[in-house]
């Protein structure tokens, strides 16, 4: 168990030393998968430098993962997403 979960805001601090914030856009087989930007794409994080953090007013104001978060969005598909996502291409 990952200790993470859907939503949850992170902060992933990688070899260097260096961080980005997101948010968790869903966790499976052991992975966590985070938004960074505002598009609808997420990385595999390696758990070890990711830590939650309390969302911040920058941080609710920023959509990242674009509607990832929302109840009609399923987990991240590109086939599903290209046929639903209005935003995709889709109807």
Do not use: Q
Not at 7 to 36: Q, T
Not at 41 to 54: E, H, K, R, Y
């Amino acid at each position: 168990m990952s200790g993470f979960e859907k939503g949850a805001y992170v902060i992933c601090v990688d070899a260097n030393g260096d961080g980005d914030y997101g948010r968790v856009a869903s966790v499976r087989d052991g992975k966590v998968f985070v938004c960074f930007t505002t598009g609808c794409t997420a990385v595999a994080c390696d758990t070890s430098g990711l830590s939650a953090v309390a969302p911040r007013a920058w941080m609710l104001a920023t959509p990242f993962g674009h509607n990832r978060f929302n109840a009609s969005c399923p987990d991240y598909d590109p086939e599903c997403c290209a046929a639903y996502c209005p935003e995709k291409g889709g109807e």
